[in-house]
């Protein structure tokens, strides 16, 4: 089952809570574009490989087709997150419970883009649409267990294997190309790390992308009075549309996550970026044919630690580090409270 773009846009003038769930999820994927896109590029602007206007195009045109051809070859991701939670029932009720989760985690993404942290868009989306579904539902059955749990399976499989293949990509290439001059290795690895860097942006596509347009037809679906949907296609439009307000997002207030995640955390060589991008990539590709919903923050920035320390430990920001690390942690209880009390306040007002 899918949704074209003509029964969307009648049913945005038919069903005013609609419009104003779109625009609440579009709101989402903007903020995600600034918080969780800029990882993508991170490595590749500050080694200067590529300037950050071109850098943020490529992202544009990468996620497009990350969401675009992934989808095509397999959509699971999006089936998973769509079918994690429970919103059957009243459809008016599970729209306002949704807007609220929506709103939630536009409040917590915009709290660490402000401080520069780069925390999970994902884990946020899991955690507060959850939240909302618990508050839906008046408890735990808000959740599909069976579905919820491949949301762990992916976090500790995307930043073991991150970390692994960060710290092994490095010990490789400098055993390589350790006869090499820099003059030759910096121009490969140059040309190198744009072609990793677009596969990052591409699998950022691929996973995120995915995420919010699950919850994006489920919204739709609710919409149209039709909570019970499993099963479903996603339409182009909804692609092109998502992929767009991703890089919007990223033009606007990517620098600050670039330079935590690129800068402050391990300063890099081209080698080391194209590392990273490569170990980042890999994982996100394994994790997606999987059907497994990761963080693509996650798995880039334990890509990066891996980096710094198959180099030596002490190259790389501990305190930085930690900060992020707290923000993981607090990012599933935090936004799955916010998510589960605004849903309840929503409720209650509308």
Excluded at 99 to 112: D, E, G, P, Q
Aim: hydrophobic letters at 55%.
């Amino acid at each position: 089952m899918t949704v074209h773009l003509g029964e969307f846009i009648q049913s945005l003038f038919e069903v005013p809570s609609l419009l104003i769930i779109v625009i609440l999820m579009l709101g989402v994927i903007l903020v995600n574009g600034w918080t969780d896109a800029p990882n993508a590029i991170a490595t590749m602007v500050s080694t200067r490989s590529l300037s950050v206007g071109k850098s943020i195009l490529l992202a544009a045109v990468f996620n497009f087709l990350g969401v675009f051809l992934m989808t095509i070859i397999n959509a699971s991701v999006a089936g998973t997150i769509a079918n994690m939670v429970d919103f059957a029932g009243d459809t008016y009720s599970s729209i306002i419970a949704l807007s609220a989760a929506l709103f939630a985690i536009i409040l917590w993404a915009t709290a660490a883009w402000f401080f520069g942290i780069p925390t999970s868009e994902s884990h946020a989306l899991i955690a507060g649409v959850s939240g909302a579904a618990i508050a839906l539902q008046g408890g735990i059955n808000g959740i599909n267990s069976s579905e919820w749990i491949k949301v762990i399976y992916g976090l500790f499989f995307s930043t073991t294997l991150g970390f692994g293949l960060g710290y092994l990509f490095t010990k490789i290439i400098q055993v390589l190309f350790q006869g090499v001059s820099r003059q030759k290795s910096e121009k490969f690895f140059k040309n190198g790390q744009i072609g990793a860097g677009a596969g990052m942006a591409f699998m950022h596509g691929a996973q995120d992308g995915q995420k919010f347009m699950g919850i994006f037809m489920l919204a739709i679906f609710l919409g149209q009075g039709r909570g019970d949907i499993s099963d479903f296609i996603i339409p182009i439009w909804m692609m092109v549309l998502c992929s767009l307000m991703m890089a919007i997002g990223t033009s606007i207030g990517g620098y600050k996550i670039i330079k935590t995640v690129g800068i402050d955390m391990v300063k890099m060589e081209k080698y080391q970026g194209f590392s990273a991008d490569m170990a980042g990539a890999f994982s996100l590709l394994l994790s997606s044919l999987l059907g497994l919903p990761v963080s693509t923050t996650h798995t880039k920035t334990t890509a990066i630690i891996g980096v710094g320390v198959a180099n030596k430990a002490s190259s790389v920001n501990w305190s930085t580090v930690k900060e992020m690390i707290f923000a993981w942690i607090l990012t599933f209880p935090g936004c799955g409270i916010v998510g589960y009390l605004m849903a309840l306040l929503f409720m209650k007002i509308f």
